[in-house]
């Protein structure tokens, strides 16, 4: 998997995705690299259709740091009407052992006027965000000050509302869009990266606990019989917390196969090997 950021899109035709894609980015062929993944089928007599698909890839991981997404702020915002149509979107490159999330000392932006900046610039981009989905919702923000991520303090946000399962999506696709492009938009406004999290009604605190509770299971599974363990496809922030939470099991070792969207962590016994 290539390590930049990208994003897939779909339509009827391959050009249309790419069209598509460019839009989105407000970007210009020369600025990205582009795979087909899917080609597309008419089906015979309307039956069997598919759409086409296709990846583009920055060709600067600068831009993820500095976007250009488009010259006008609102336009910033529209992005995040098509959310869904984003894959993968972690702001770092994934690998299969990530450095560790730890509980640590807060960085140097809890200790500036730089963390306060942030914290408001990240929760009115949020709110006007979640009022361009017509979403009507309470966000609060405070800076992550139990934890660190690549070495600085990230800004917590806390969605909180009615009936926001909208918020989350098919295995938090729209979730992790919405953070995604908050991450871009304070990034530019801030003119440097500062690490967002996004969640919603608590969410991604439930998640890990679930995630955490299948690692365990599926690794004494995998002592247990012998055999490799193969888990469900799943996004990059997932699969990380997989490989976390077995990797100082010294009975088993973890493996990320398979191309995106269907990348999915195997479970190996060390007998095995």
């Known amino acids: 998997m290539d390590n930049h950021t990208h994003i897939e899109t779909i ?16 970007l210009s062929e020369d600025d990205v690299q582009i795979e087909v993944l899917d080609e597309g089928s008419k089906g015979l007599f309307g039956l069997g259709s598919r759409q086409a698909r296709v ?16 010259t006008e702020r609102n336009q910033e915002l529209e992005t995040v009407k098509d959310a869904s149509q984003y894959v993968d979107l972690e702001p770092t490159p994934e690998t299969d052992l990530p450095p560790d999330i730890s509980m640590t000392k807060a960085g ?20 006007e965000l979640l009022e361009k989905m017509s979403v009507k919702a309470e966000v609060s923000a405070s800076l992550g000050v139990d934890q660190e991520i690549r070495g600085k303090t990230p800004v917590c946000i806390d969605i909180n509302g009615n009936d926001l399962s909208i918020l989350i999506g098919r295995q938090a696709e729209t ?8 991450n871009l938009i304070v990034g530019k406004e801030l003119s440097q990266s500062i690490p967002i999290i996004v969640d919603v009604e608590g969410y991604r605190k439930r998640r890990e606990k679930q995630l955490q509770g299948l690692a365990k299971r599926m690794a004494d599974q995998a ?5 490799k ?18 990797r100082d099991n010294p009975q088993i070792i973890t493996e990320s196969i398979g191309e995106d969207p269907r990348r999915k962590v195997t479970i190996i016994p060390v007998s095995q090997q």
């Open 11 to 26: 339509a009827p035709s391959p050009e249309e995705a790419i069209e598509k894609g460019l839009q989105e980015l407000g």
């Open 55 to 70: 990846r583009l890839t920055l060709r600067s991981t600068s831009k993820v740091d500095t976007p250009t997404i488009s």
């Open 108 to 127: 140097d932006l809890s200790t500036s006027s730089l963390g306060d900046e942030a914290v408001d610039i990240a929760t009115q981009t949020v709110q």
């Open 175 to 182: 979730l992790n869009a919405l953070q995604y492009i908050t």
């Open 223 to 227: 002592v247990k019989t012998g055999r």
């Open 229 to 246: 363990q193969m888990l469900e496809p799943m996004p990059a922030n997932e699969r990380r917390l997989i490989h976390i939470e077995l």
